[in-house]
């Protein structure tokens, strides 16, 4: 017994309709110069930024996930560099008094040994020359995952030349 032609189409348009819900989460807007350091995807096998802290080596290529924050102003104007946190440091919450949560003013002794300095390089290593929050759309608190090459200053502090920026979508 032959279907009537006129079945298939509205049986081919359920299952094209039957995908994944949509979600409403807010996608950063980032600038098109800053596109060509963004994954569409977050790369597996990203590292806490605590434990990178503890084994971590310099000139080592590492993928880190972490929150941006750990002082009160993060950013470094001009320069796409930030600081990124462990995501277990808790972050203080605006009800507890605090107008500024990303600075962890609460757990500031949490912060030493779980924060990271993450500079966004260009192909040849050389610093990008833009504010992060333009040319990356992220702000405090953003949760991302980098991808670049780790380096440690005399007093091991840990820094990532970043090449590629996975940003965790908002709600």
């Keep these: 017994m032959k279907s009537p032609q006129w079945l298939v189409i509205p049986v081919l348009v359920s299952f094209i309709g039957c995908g994944q819900p949509e979600q409403n989460v807010a996608l950063p807007k980032v600038d098109d110069a800053g596109k060509q350091f963004v994954l569409a995807s977050e790369p597996s096998g990203a590292v806490a930024v605590g434990e990178a802290r503890q084994s971590v080596e310099s000139e080592q290529s590492v993928t880190l996930v972490g929150l941006i924050g750990g002082s009160r102003d993060p950013f470094v104007d001009g320069v796409a560099a930030f600081t990124i946190v462990d995501q277990s440091v808790?972050?203080?919450?605006?009800?507890?008094?605090?107008?500024t949560p990303w600075d962890y003013c609460c757990k500031q002794d949490?912060?030493?040994?779980?924060?990271?300095?993450?500079?966004?390089?260009?192909?040849?290593?050389?610093?990008?020359?833009?504010?992060?929050?333009?040319?990356?759309?992220?702000?405090?608190?953003?949760?991302?995952?980098?991808?670049?090459?780790?380096?440690?200053?005399?007093?091991?502090?840990?820094?990532?030349?970043?090449?590629?920026?996975?940003?965790?979508?908002g709600e």
């Design 90 to 99: 808790p972050f203080c919450a605006p009800d507890e008094g605090c107008p």
């Design 110 to 169: 949490q912060v030493k040994d779980n924060i990271v300095t993450v500079k966004m390089v260009d192909e040849s290593g050389g610093p990008i020359a833009k504010d992060a929050r333009e040319l990356l759309g992220v702000s405090e608190l953003s949760q991302v995952t980098v991808q670049g090459m780790a380096s440690r200053d005399e007093a091991g502090n840990l820094t990532v030349a970043a090449t590629k920026i996975y940003i965790q979508p």
